[in-house]
């Protein structure tokens, strides 16, 4: 419990919400981000979008695609990054060989679930390794959630 108290001291945090409610996670991993001086403003600033956004491997690469982070303010027009262009995701050879294995498999896909900073300052994009969820599956969470929800106001008036 003290690790995940550590991981949120060091900044802002941007959510894929979407992803928990699309896909059923199977197994989570933390990626470094090879970011430029400007996105990491941006990123401090909460100026990003997960939505939409997955990461994808080539050869022995993993890469962010379709992560928006919107260009800095305050820089210069030359000095600004592009807001839409590929990152480069940060892991261990191992891992990266265990990804790959999995999504080899039909029907994963690398999904970002949240980008944030460390306690030592550097950016992180926690990966999860999913599968989409079917139509019924959505409809039933979300009967379960209002019935529970149904089920707290009756015991909140008794």
């Not at 262009?85 to 191992?94: G, Q, T, Y």
């Not at 039909?106 to 079917?134: D, H, M, Q, W």
């Not at 969470?141 to 909140?156: A, G, T």
Request: aromatic share 8%; glycine share 6%.
């Amino acid at each position: 419990m003290a690790q995940k108290q550590e991981k949120n001291l060091g900044g802002p945090v941007i959510q894929n919400k979407k992803a928990y409610f699309n896909f059923e996670l199977v197994e989570k991993v933390e990626a470094g981000m090879l970011l430029v001086g400007t996105e990491v403003k941006s990123l401090r600033n909460k100026q990003c979008e997960l939505d939409g956004a997955y990461a994808r491997m080539t050869d022995k690469e993993c890469w962010l695609v379709g992560c928006k982070i919107a260009q800095y303010e305050q820089a210069a027009d030359f000095a600004n990054h592009d807001p839409m262009r590929k990152r480069k995701l940060l892991l261990h050879k191992a891992q990266l060989k265990k990804i790959r294995t999995k999504l080899d498999q039909r029907g994963f896909t690398l999904v970002p679930l949240r980008i944030y900073f460390n306690s030592r300052g550097l950016a992180k994009c926690e990966l999860a390794l999913a599968r989409g969820k079917r139509q019924y599956d959505k409809r039933q969470k979300i009967q379960d959630k209002d019935q529970k929800r149904d089920l707290r106001r009756m015991k909140k008036f008794r």
